[in-house]
Nanobody
């Protein structure tokens, strides 16, 4: 059974940091791209960051660039999103998703419909 389990969310002040983890069960990171998306109240889900299974290439949204960092531990089957200098507009539920992408096929990390599995999400609230 495939499970993606997010953790690490919480309440943080502006300028603070959080470290989100996505524990992947039933899949191996060798073959699955893992991404973080978020959805704020009243807004559509948007891609935040993704890490490629094939070569560890990374994608960041414009809002995440320079502040967030994605990494993966293949041995632990875990993907981490380190978020620094958080802003109130980062407040959202953060989800991790898994996409099986055959070697050589095009990469569309920001397309939510590419992802086959999703976690339940973890709430991130940035507020003073």
């Amino acid at each position: 059974q495939v499970q993606l389990v997010e953790s690490g969310g919480g309440l943080v002040q502006p300028g603070g940091s959080l470290r989100l983890s996505c524990a992947v069960r039933g899949l191996t990171l060798d073959y699955w791209d893992i991404a973080w998306f978020r959805q704020a109240p009243g807004k559509e889900r948007e891609a935040v960051s993704c890490i490629s299974s094939s070569d560890d290439s990374t994608y960041y949204s414009e809002s995440a660039k320079g502040r967030f960092s994605i990494s993966r531990d293949v041995a632990k089957n875990t993907v981490v999103l380190q978020m620094n200098n958080l802003k109130p507009e980062d407040t959202a539920i953060y989800y991790c998703g898994a996409d099986y992408r055959p070697l050589g096929s095009p990469w569309h990390p920001d397309r939510g419909d590419e992802y086959d599995y999703w976690g339940q999400g973890t709430q991130v609230t940035v507020s003073a």
